[in-house]
């Protein structure tokens, strides 16, 4: 196969496949990653398959964030290859499913393979049941292997099979071909992610404005919410997925935490089916996504729309740790979340003793059991397996999410028993100035104890 050098850039064609992500975009997402293998490599990574609650019952599809960052192909069964050439050049290869009339009654519109060449650019496109005879062509000629399969996927269906850990060698999976590649012609296989970590990791002005544009809206209507006076958790969830869908936004980022009263010190509880009592305050942990990007968003307040004066005391003490940590966010502060997280602890142990609390022992861990913060983007924990040791960079996308979870037990003042709050924004680092995504959320008391009743202006 002959790819002269500079072919692929002069034909790429933008089909705005992505909002605010050009094919330009695209294409030098992939030189980059060809850029960090030796030459006659070949990176191979998979597009995610449909996923079944149960028999014929399906989940709304949702792309593999590393797949969906090479190629902006949103299709389940796919295949990428970035092939690296002796020289700087690289070769992009898409297999897709085929057009086919009647699966398309069922399932709505294929790409198809002419459109994994005139829409998603590919140098080399082909019908993703041919693979088990165009990848092992492929391997034959490269020296080395970046990839994450085999895949523990349950076989369903070609792509499936043929990807699958479990499948037996004699049928010639994905597995036997790379066993085979060894064995013959001596080639190195290494793990794909470590690189696409260092990609994703840094965010280009297009996913930072994806990013801000999920942030605005999820913040008003999170905002907006606490305009509101609901009595069951699962009116308010409901208020949040439908104002997720609006505004150009995907819908919800992830499954809410919609959480009243004790039920807030359950970190990731989602049942959201509770009733909301006037005493009590209400933490939700929502977001939208838009263009594949999410926001993350946790804010707490009093159902009634006016603190007491012990959740005042701790959610005071809350938001200056929050803040504080937001500041920190910068190139210049020269500091990790790993490192945010024990600044974060340090200081809510220290304003919780104040307000009478034994903090003594390892009490801080109970009551504050989490990290501070993730990294973000297409994935709500993106880039798997970055370092939370890694110094902050500009561009990187963080949350900074402090809480406090007090049990409902002896060894706490009385007074604050069964309370727990989180507040956290999504942060883009900068040089000297934290760009918070996030901040049409309001978090400060008096702006929170403002909104009840008041107009809707989402």
């Known amino acids: 196969m002959e790819v002269h050098k500079n072919t692929a850039l002069a034909r790429i064609r933008d089909s705005g496949v992505t909002p605010n992500i050009t094919a330009l975009e695209y294409y030098e997402r992939r030189a980059r990653l060809a850029r960090q293998l030796p030459p006659n ?69 294929r790409s198809g393979v002419e459109a994994a060449e005139d829409v998603f650019n590919a140098d080399v496109a082909g019908d993703i049941n041919h693979l088990p005879r165009i990848l092992p062509e492929i391997i034959t000629r490269s020296k080395h292997i970046y990839t994450d399969l085999p895949s523990s996927r349950v076989p369903k269906n070609v792509l499936s099979r043929f990807l699958s850990a479990s499948e037996p060698a004699r049928m010639g ?17 290494k793990p794909l992610r470590p690189l696409l ?74 049942s959201n089916d509770m009733q909301l009592r006037p005493s009590d305050l209400v933490l939700v942990d929502a977001g939208a996504q838009y263009g594949g990007y999410v926001t993350d968003i946790t804010r707490t307040w009093p159902v009634s729309g006016k603190f007491t004066p012990a959740q005042r005391d701790l959610y005071t003490l809350l938001l200056n740790v929050q803040r504080s940590c937001v500041a920190l ?21 220290d304003g919780l003793k104040d307000l009478g609390f034994d903090t003594s022992n390892d009490a801080i861990h109970t009551l504050f059991p989490h990290h501070v913060g993730h990294y973000l983007g297409l994935d ?15 561009n990187m996308v963080v949350t900074v999410e402090p809480g406090i979870y007090i049990p409902d037990d ?23 100035s934290p760009f918070v995504l996030t901040t049409e959320a309001v978090k400060e008391i008096a702006d929170i104890e403002a909104l009840k009743g008041t107009v809707t202006e989402i």
């Open 41 to 109: 490599s070949v990176a191979i990574l998979a597009g995610s398959d449909l996923k079944y609650a149960s028999g014929a019952v399906f989940y709304k599809f949702h792309q593999d964030p590393d797949f969906l960052y090479l190629t902006g192909f949103k299709e389940p069964d796919a295949l990428a290859v970035i092939e690296k050439l002796e020289d700087d050049d690289h070769v992009f290869h898409l297999y897709v499913r085929p057009k086919d009339v009647k699966a398309e009654i069922w399932e709505g519109a």
């Open 173 to 189: 999976g994905i597995q036997k071909i790379f066993r085979d590649a060894r064995d013959e012609n001596e080639i190195s296989m």
């Open 197 to 270: 970590n260092e990609l994703r990791a840094i965010k280009s002005e297009a996913e930072i404005q994806n990013m801000r544009r999920a942030g605005q809206h999820s913040g008003r209507a999170i905002t907006d919410a606490m305009r509101q006076s609901f009595t069951a958790e699962k009116d308010l969830d409901s208020f949040l997925d439908y104002w997720f869908k609006q505004d150009g936004c995907d819908g919800p980022a992830y499954v809410p935490v919609v959480a009243g009263g004790i039920n807030a010190n359950t970190i990731h509880y989602v």
């Open 329 to 349: 966010c910068r190139v210049s502060a020269q500091i990790s979340l790993d490192k945010l997280h024990q600044i974060a602890a340090n200081q809510l142990r």
């Open 380 to 394: 709500v924990h993106d880039s798997p397996g970055l370092p939370r040791t890694r110094y902050l960079e500009k």
């Open 410 to 432: 002896e060894r706490w003042p009385k007074w604050a028993r069964g309370i727990g709050m989180r507040i956290e924004d999504s942060v883009c680092v900068d040089e000297e």
